[in-house]
Each structure stands twice: as C-alpha cells, then as structure tokens.
C-alpha cells in the first residue's frame, strides 16, 4: 500500500522570504484561503533587541489583489518562544487575547519564536466576498532582526498530487 504524503494534504506559499525586520514593513502575498479548509499564518523570528518587538497583522480582501483589505480578527495565537534555543521548546503556548487583528508581546524580540494563527474560511467575512488572507510584520525599530512568514494550507479544494499542485496566491 502506498505511503500518503504529507504534502498530499498540506500545502505551503512563502508570506515573505527571510529578512531584516528593521526595514521598511514586511507584507505577505495575499493567499486565497477558501481553497483550503484551514489556513496557518506561521512567523518565525531570530533573537533581536529588547524593545524592538514584532506585530503581526492579519488582514482580508476579496481577491489577491487585495481588494476592500480589512481587518481580519482572531482571538487565539500558539507560539514558541524561548530564552536561547527552540530546540527544546516542545509545546506550544496557547495565547487568548481580545479579538484583534493583531499580535505581539513584550519579550517577542530578545527570543527565538514560532506563531501560528490559524483561520477557517468561515472566518471571514464569505457573506461580502472575503476569501484571501495576508499577514504582515511592521518595522521593528533600529536593530538587525530576522524574519520569515509562511503560509500552510490543508486539505485544498483542488487535490492533487504535490508535484501538481497549483497556486494558491
């Protein structure tokens, strides 16, 4: 019997390559998330300076082009943070916060971390045609910071085989 891939049934588009953090704004790629049952925004960050703390904004339009771009809310984050290395980190920290678009928290750049938003279609504002997704990191200040944004999609609408699969921007 044939082994199943993972691949078969994730799918993933890079938000934004890595990158200093310190520069201008960091925006993602629109992504269209209703060809996907679950969509993860996923922010992985390098140690930086005290202060110079990254936010993540969730925004949706109704096309990839970014069309009518509004807030887009969620209440539940899970990250891994730690004081030198996430090699140990096993669990991931769930954070509740007030609906809000988006996220940070006041020791985000002297760790290493991983965040992960996750979003159901239904999410969105489908009643007005909103089906795309984008994240971006604003500028975190004056000191160096790595960056790099990703988007994991599952169970697409359109399954394929991964060396088939098609765009989801």
């Known amino acids: 019997m044939p082994t199943k891939l993972i691949l078969d049934d994730l799918d993933m588009v890079e938000g934004f390559p890595c990158v200093d953090l310190q520069t201008a704004a960091n925006t993602g790629d629109w992504v269209a998330a209703r060809d996907f049952d679950k969509v993860a ?20 339009a109704t096309d990839n082009a970014g069309t009518g ?9 899970y990250r891994k943070q730690a004081a030198t290395s996430l090699a140990a980190v096993t ?7 007030t609906a ?20 159901a279609g239904d999410d969105l504002d489908v ?11 604003a500028d975190v200040g004056g000191n160096a910071q790595p960056g790099y944004l990703f988007y994991l999609g599952r169970h697409g609408r359109y399954a394929q085989a991964p ?4 765009s989801p921007l």
């Open 163 to 166: 060396a088939n699969k098609v």
């Open 100 to 119: 809000a678009n988006t996220y940070t928290n006041a020791t985000a750049a002297e760790e290493p971390l991983i965040w992960w938003a996750e979003f």
């Open 69 to 77: 771009a509004k807030a887009l809310n969620f209440a539940t984050i």
């Open 41 to 60: 925004v996923v922010f992985i960050s390098g140690v930086g300076t005290a202060g110079d703390d990254p936010t993540l904004t969730i925004q949706q």
């Open 127 to 137: 009643a007005n045609g909103f089906d795309h997704i984008r994240a971006t990191v």
């Open 91 to 97: 669990a991931w920290t769930k954070t509740t916060q």
